[in-house]
C-alpha cells in the first residue's frame, strides 16, 4: 500500500493505472497518473463537470499518454448486437428505446460518499451514466429532456429519476434509474422498437421480435 501514485511508480515498472476511487477524486489521481507519465483507466463517470474533465483529457495529452473511461457497456455483447442491428436496419430504423437501471440503495458507500451530491453527483451521474452513454452513441444527441424524481420523506436526494429524451426526427427514449429503499437485486435491462420489429435485452440475453413472427436468440458468447 502507497500514500501516492508518485511512490508507487518510484518502486514499480508500471504500464497502467486503474482509477477506481470514488468521483470527486477521480480529477487529482488521473493528473497525478498523466504526470508520471502512465496510461490511465478512470472509473465512470469520469468527473462531475464538464471543466475538470476536460482538464484531466488536457492533461493526458500533455504527457503523451492515454486516457480511458470505464464506460463499460460499450464494450458488451449486448450493445454490440444493438448497434449491429441499428445500424444494418434489418427491422427498419428505432422509433423508442426504453432502457432501465435500478438497484436498492447503495448504503455500503465508505462515509455515504455516493448519497453526497457534491461527491458523486448521485443518481443521474452514477448509475443512469451508462444508459445515456449507450443512448447517446446509438442514437445522437437529444434534443431536449424532460424527467419527474421522487423520494421519501427526509431524503436529501431523489431516490428514483424517469427520463424523456426527445428527439426532433421523431425518436424518443425514456430511462429509469433508482437507488430504491427496497432490497430489489440489481435490474439492468431495455428494448428498441423498430418499424418491423423489436429488439429486448433482459436476464435471459438479447432477443429479437420481427413483424413477420421469427424470433431470433442472439448469441452472445
Not at 110 to 125: C, I, N, R, V, Y
Amino acid at each position: 500500500i502507497y500514500e501516492s501514485i508518485a511512490e508507487a511508480c518510484a518502486e514499480h515498472v508500471i504500464d497502467v493505472i486503474d482509477i477506481c476511487a470514488p468521483t470527486y477524486l477521480h480529477k487529482a489521481l488521473v493528473i497525478e497518473a498523466a504526470k508520471q507519465k502512465k496510461h490511465v483507466i478512470c472509473e465512470k463517470p469520469v468527473a462531475l463537470c464538464l471543466k475538470d474533465a476536460k482538464e484531466m483529457y488536457d492533461a493526458a495529452e500533455e504527457n503523451g499518454v492515454q486516457l480511458y473511461i470505464a464506460q463499460v457497456l460499450q464494450f458488451t455483447r449486448e450493445v454490440e448486437t444493438l448497434r449491429e442491428v441499428v445500424a444494418d436496419q434489418r427491422y427498419g430504423k428505432p422509433l423508442d428505446g426504453c432502457f432501465e437501471r435500478l438497484t436498492a440503495c447503495p448504503k455500503w458507500s465508505q462515509g455515504g460518499w455516493l448519497l453526497d451530491k457534491e461527491k458523486s453527483g448521485l443518481l443521474p451521474f452514477d448509475l443512469h451514466i451508462h444508459d445515456l452513454d449507450v443512448i447517446v452513441s446509438m442514437f445522437g444527441k437529444p434534443d431536449d429532456v424532460i424527467y419527474t424524481e421522487c423520494a421519501g420523506e427526509g431524503k436529501a436526494y431523489a431516490e428514483q429519476y424517469r427520463f424523456q429524451y426527445i428527439y426532433h426526427n421523431g425518436m424518443n427514449v425514456c430511462a429509469e434509474a433508482a437507488w430504491y429503499n427496497a432490497a430489489i437485486p440489481f435490474t439492468a435491462r431495455w428494448r428498441v422498437y423498430f418499424e418491423r420489429g423489436m429488439l429486448i435485452c433482459d436476464h435471459s440475453g438479447v432477443t429479437g421480435y420481427s413483424a413477420d413472427g421469427e424470433v431470433t436468440r442472439f448469441d452472445l458468447s
